[in-house]
Every structure is written in C-alpha cells, then in structure tokens.
C-alpha cells in the first residue's frame, strides 16, 4: 500500500493568520502552509518570500494593504523553491533580491522545480496559469547586503551558510531583533531536505542564525517564535532534526544496509516527535535520499523531476 503521493492529497484550505511583529513589521502564517513576511520603510516596503503564484500572491497583498499602501520597492526571495517565488511578479517590485546561488539555481533547475513542486503540493498553486515563468532575481549578492529602511535603521540580508540549499538568505531587523529565517529554521513544523547541504546547515549555518540573537524569528512554516527562549527552542528543534537523521542514516550506511532500511530508521525515531507536524510524511523521503548521496559523497543535490520525485515515493513510502 503506497501512501498518498507527497501533499497531493492534502486538500483542506489552511487558516491564514497575519501577526504585527512590530509597528510596521508583519507576517503571515498559515498553519504550516510557507510563511510570508514584509517590512515597512519610511516611504516603501520590504516583501519576504513571493509564494507559489501571483494569485496566491495577491491574496497575501490584499491583507496587507489593510495597514499599508506603501510601494514595495524590494521582494526579498531567501532560496529558490518554487512555491517561494513563482508568485513574484504580483508584487510590482522594483528589485528582486536573492543569493547569488539561488540565481543560478534557477537557471540550472528551476523549470524541473516547479513541475516537481507543483505535483508535491497542488493546493499551493492558486490558479497555475497566473505564473507567467520563472523569477529571475535583479539583484543578487554572497555574504551580506543591506537595505536602509530610513527612521527603522538597516534591514540586513545575510547568507548564513548552506543549509536547505546552497543560497539560503535571512533577513534580520538588528533594532528589533526580529529575524526572517526563511527554511533554515522550522517552528512546529518538519524540514524539508531534499536540496540540503546537512552537516554544514546542523553546524556552522544554525551556529550563525543562533548568534544574530533573534528575540521574535519567522520561520519559513510553522507559529511564530516570540521570545528569546522560543527562538532558541526552533532553533534546537531544527538542529535535532538534522541530527537524528545524520546519524542514523551514516549508521546504517557504514553496516551495509539500503535507502530503504535508512528510512524506515529515521522514520521510527522522528515520528513520535514531529509526525504530528506539518508536512512531516510528505518530506522524509526525499529528504532520507538527499542526505544518503550526500553521506556517499554527492556532493550537490541531484536535480528533482516530477518523475524522480515519484520514484523515490515508491521506493520508500511503499
């Protein structure tokens, strides 16, 4: 009996909630659906994250000038999933940033990305036909950039490390300590690996974001995290995950054992800790088969196709 391939069948419309961070700093989260996020400026503002489509995009937009009309000057994109960017032309911004990384990602892989996602998570997709290619950033950069946002102070995008994928970005509010993690940090919710990079993110990567000393942190699904306590425990959370998986997939490899033996290992121990979180069964598979190429010596992840994706499902959700 093979489970229901990914999120195709997780159908139900999730409650969207927005949260005012701070006076002019939002999010909107959606019950383990990707958060968003948006920073005001003296005279504009900063979007984080596009989602899925200019549709879904523009229902996003649409609760947020309930308290703004200001310009979005920049669209913020922290990695280069689909259902992260593909809705970015709803926004009218005046400049896309991203990672030099992500930029060339999309060049490399972001068509067999999206026919990949789009087949994982549907429901994501409001009116597929809106989205009318793929998002090239307009600017890009390696280690940092910041944007001035006038009376506020800096908004400061970081490249942290590789973590769930070679160009994750945060962008971090210094005078607030709030911290837009994009996927390198979950809260309540399960990680997906699938394109990571996990020693480097359970290492070096958290040890970064952990050290900006965020005391309000916006993952990218899940609550909100408020308060330092909060920040630290997603923070943890997140590196557990990793952990587990690290170790018990390297231990099956060094006994000779399969994929499929690795999964059902990391399956039985995470499960009782997060298989009640969101998207937890959709994401271990593909994330069991990046992190067994990585610990054999893949060095980038293999490019995921709707077809790959399918195969992998079959191997190991069967």
Known sequence: MVKAFASSADLEAKQQTLEILADGVYALTAEGDPNVGAVEGDDFLVCFEALATPAAARDWLAVLRQHTRKPVRYLVLSHYHAVRVLGASAFDADVIVAHDRTRALIAERGQQDWESEYGRMPRLFKEPASIPGLTWPTLTFSDSLTIDLGERGPLVLRHCGRGHTEGDLVAWLPRERILFAGDLVE???????????????????????????????????????????????????????????????????????????????????????????????????????????????????????AQRDREVWEQLQS
Do not use: N
């Open 187 to 305: 809260s309540q919710a399960a990680l997906y690996t699938g394109d990571a990079f996990h020693r480097d993110w359970a290492g070096a990567t958290l040890d970064r974001v952990a050290q900006l000393g965020a005391e309000t942190l916006v993952g990218g699904r899940g609550a909100v995290a408020r308060g330092a306590e909060a920040v630290e425990a997603a923070i943890a959370q997140t590196r557990d995950f990793l952990h587990v998986m690290i170790t018990e997939v390297g231990a099956v490899q060094r006994a000779g054992g399969t994929l499929k033996q690795a999964f059902e290992r990391v399956h039985t121990l995470l499960e009782p800790r997060y298989g009640r979180w969101p998207i937890f069964e959709h994401c271990l598979p593909f994330d069991v088969s990046r992190l067994w190429d990585e610990l054999e010596g893949v060095e980038r992840p293999r490019i995921w196709t």
